[in-house]
């Protein structure tokens, strides 16, 4: 089998060489706890932990104080949700239909013990309508939690308007940004939110390493999710995880190093491969009229079965038919449904991510390959043959 290209780093980025350089002497050599304030074993760790704070919230334009290190963007989503409702007696959260299950499997398990959920719906390409959201908040209502950048499709949030509703109506926002971190400019994100979410993983960084952003005015809003021992201001107890902490600094300083460029040629590569795959008959590329991510393309093919498509592009290609935590699920994506997209054409859409180590040899194969099975797949399909 020729080496399979990889088109799924929305799932997940190899980690950087360079991040695993700086990473390994923080196992064997420079291994101390930084929470042993007694020696210099300890002092050096908590050193590195200093420097990567530092440079990380240089880069995000927030302040040091306001970071604080989980396991992964799903830990941050379960600590906040938690948080916020364990502070308050009665709560109401607003959430969309369309999150990440991360977020939306806490909501269930919140509405289980008593909070109040409301889940809004979304236009046909999966943005919130703002006055929806306004109407839903209520006096009981302390949090809205509205991802950034869609996992599946790519599309964007107008996060500046949620905010000002939130703003107006005195309600906490939080935005899972795990999609949106080394792909888009954040610019003023962090002035428009209260809490937020990344992984390292989705940014060529090591896996098991996120941050919660947690802004300074909004920490007494949260309680701890995670007791003992009182690291991390009593936000998240735990020994640090020194080598990812310096992993995930130095995964961020490499992006940011070259990131115009980055975006402009996964967008050149993304409208390349749309370009390529809508000269197959009958496809709809999703959400192609709203800002997306740059790498990101979501496709239906009608006349497809969807598990036959994935099953023989699998030989070729890694690409996925939505999240990486419903990829075993025989349901169709809960994204793609809530955007009114028909149940037969959510399960023949693809999402396709292009990463930085993706070239136009690959996107071009990636076109042929798929542009030969979906034809493959038709020919034995009736309804397409009297079409
Ligand atoms: N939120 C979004 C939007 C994601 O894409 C993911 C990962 O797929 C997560 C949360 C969960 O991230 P992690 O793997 O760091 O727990």
Redesign the pocket.
């Known amino acids: 089998m020729d080496q399979q290209i990889y088109l799924d780093y929305?799932?997940?980025t190899p980690c950087d060489s360079k991040v695993l350089e700086k990473m390994i002497p923080y196992f064997n050599m420079i291994f101390g706890n930084a929470s042993s304030t007694n020696h210099s074993f300890g002092w050096k760790a908590s050193e590195a932990i200093e420097n990567a704070t530092n440079s990380i919230a240089k880069f995000l334009k927030v302040k040091p104080s306001e970071i604080i290190y989980t396991?992964?963007?799903?830990?941050?989503?379960n600590s906040i949700l938690r948080g916020v409702c364990d502070k308050f007696n009665s709560s109401h959260i607003i959430t969309l239909k369309t999150?990440?299950k991360?977020?939306l499997d806490v909501c269930s398990y919140m509405e289980e013990k008593g909070v109040r959920l409301t889940y809004l719906d979304v236009d046909q390409n999966g943005i919130v309508n703002i006055n929806d959201l306004d109407a839903a908040i209520t006096k009981e209502t302390k949090l809205v939690s509205i991802?950034y950048?869609?996992?599946e499709t790519g599309v964007i949030q107008p996060i500046k308007e949620i905010s000002k509703v939130c703003k107006r109506n005195n309600v906490l926002f939080f935005s899972?940004a795990?999609?949106a971190l080394g792909k888009i400019e954040l610019k003023k994100f962090f002035s428009y939110v209260d809490y937020a979410?990344f992984?390292?993983?989705?940014v060529y960084g090591p896996?098991g390493i996120?941050v919660t952003f947690i802004k300074n005015s909004s920490k007494k809003f949260l309680d701890s999710y995670i007791l003992g021992g009182g690291q991390q201001k009593n936000l998240r107890g735990g020994t640090y995880n020194v080598p990812s902490i310096v992993g995930f600094s130095e995964a961020i300083e490499l992006f940011n190093f070259n990131f115009l460029n980055y975006i402009k040629r996964t967008t050149k590569l993304r409208n390349n491969l749309q370009k390529g795959l809508l000269k197959i008959e009958e496809v709809n590329v999703n959400c192609i009229s709203v800002k997306r991510l740059p790498n990101t393309l979501n496709i239906s093919f009608k006349f497809v079965d969807g598990e036959n498509l994935l099953n023989s592009l699998s030989r070729y290609i890694a690409v996925s038919n939505g999240?990486?935590?419903n990829s075993q699920s025989v349901k169709p994506s809960h994204v793609l449904i809530a955007m009114g997209i028909p149940e037969n054409l959510c399960f023949s859409s693809l999402r396709i991510s292009i990463g930085k180590h993706t070239t136009e040899s690959e996107v071009d194969k990636a076109i042929q390959i798929i542009t030969k099975e979906v034809a493959v797949i038709r020919s034995s399909n009736l309804l397409w043959k009297k079409k």
């Not at 396991?71 to 989503?77: D, K, L, N, R, V």
């Not at 992984?199 to 989705?202: C, L, M």
């Open positions: 929305n799932s997940t396991s992964g963007a799903t830990e941050s989503i999150e990440h991360a977020t991802m950048a869609n996992n899972d795990t999609q979410c992984s390292a993983h989705k896996k996120g999240s990486a935590c």
